[in-house]
């Protein structure tokens, strides 16, 4: 009896305190009360513990559901952020390429509705270049026609009605000399008579023939100078000429395009 009463070693309480939960590993008969009443008390509260285990675990697992639907959402927030970036960076390159091909493409068109309008300005100047030389070359003939005499006196007046001036010299190409010394008298005669009708009186102008001569190329007519040269009037064919297209450019051009708007 005394053997069943003598308490057990500390080694063997901590087993048995260890292994509560088989009550066939454990006699309490065999222990001391205080044995047996930390037995029972251990045996009473492990429901308690158990359940308060469970509900921790129970309470990390939701909260580690918590911290994996978080993070999923914010990963999900942040990818479709990102998303959203990038395909906002790529429509705004898409946009700037597209603003960039539209803009060359009307560059080139420009370019190109240049080029052509030059191209046609350019041949169009070579055509009055053109048309210019072939009726410079007709000029020619004019000075063996029978008109020529005419022509030289009325270019001489309107010359000395231009110049205004009353010691005239006329200049002329050297193998027209001869017809300027001969219808020179006739044409200040004109012009005196022109004169009086225009002005009421008359003028005493003196008008004679120059030394120096005109080049061949002015085709006919004549130059009159005044004060040694230095006031000029220039009424060759050719001069005439220039001026005339040069005012009749746009009529010329009418004739010549006459579907050109420009």
Same mark, same amino acid.
């Given at each position: ?7 057990l070693p500390?080694?063997?309480?901590? !087993?048995?305190g260890?292994s509560l ?9 065999c ?14 509260a ?7 285990v ?22 999900n ?6 998303v *959203? ?9 898409y946009?700037? %390429?597209e603003?960039q #091909?539209?803009?060359q493409?009307r560059?080139?068109?420009?370019? #190109?509705?240049g080029? $052509?309008? $030059?191209g046609r300005? *350019?041949?169009?100047? #070579?055509q009055?270049?053109q048309?210019?030389e072939e009726?410079?070359?007709? $000029? ?11 022509i ?5 007046i ?6 205004g001036? @009353?010691?005239? *010299?006329?200049?002329?190409r050297?193998?027209?000399? @001869?017809?300027?010394?001969?219808? %020179?008298? %006739?044409? !200040?005669?004109e012009?005196?008579?022109k004169?009086q009708?225009?002005?009421?009186k008359?003028?005493n102008?003196?008008?004679?023939v120059?030394?120096?001569?005109l080049?061949?190329?002015c085709?006919?007519g004549v130059?009159l100078t005044?004060? @040694?040269?230095?006031?000029?009037c220039d ?5 005439r000429?220039?001026?005339? $297209?040069?005012?009749l450019?746009p *009529?010329?051009?009418t004739?010549?395009?006459?579907n050109s708007?420009?």
């Amino acid at each position: 009896s005394k053997s069943l009463t003598k308490p057990l070693p500390a080694r063997s309480l901590s !087993l048995a305190g260890d292994s509560l939960s088989d009550s066939s590993s454990v006699c309490l008969r065999c222990t001391s009360p205080r044995v047996r009443l930390r037995v029972l008390v251990k045996m009473a509260a492990e429901p308690q513990i158990r359940q308060m285990v469970n509900f921790i675990y129970a309470e990390a697992h939701e909260k580690a559901n918590e911290i994996r639907i978080q993070t999923e959402n914010a990963f999900n927030r942040d990818k479709l952020t990102m998303v *959203q970036n990038e395909r906002k960076k790529i429509n705004e390159e898409y946009l700037r %390429k597209e603003k960039q #091909q539209i803009v060359q493409q009307r560059v080139d068109r420009s370019r #190109q509705v240049g080029d $052509l309008r $030059l191209g046609r300005m *350019q041949e169009r100047e #070579q055509q009055l270049t053109q048309l210019r030389e072939e009726t410079m070359g007709r $000029l020619g003939s004019i000075s063996s026609s029978g008109q020529y005499e005419k022509i030289m006196t009325a270019l001489i007046i309107q010359g000395m009605m231009k110049i205004g001036e @009353d010691d005239v *010299q006329i200049l002329c190409r050297q193998q027209d000399t @001869d017809l300027v010394r001969r219808i %020179k008298d %006739k044409a !200040l005669s004109e012009f005196n008579a022109k004169v009086q009708e225009r002005y009421g009186k008359s003028r005493n102008v003196t008008l004679s023939v120059g030394d120096m001569h005109l080049d061949d190329g002015c085709q006919g007519g004549v130059v009159l100078t005044a004060y @040694d040269g230095r006031i000029r009037c220039d009424n060759t064919l050719a001069t005439r000429l220039n001026l005339a $297209l040069e005012e009749l450019l746009p *009529q010329v051009r009418t004739i010549l395009y006459p579907n050109s708007k420009c």
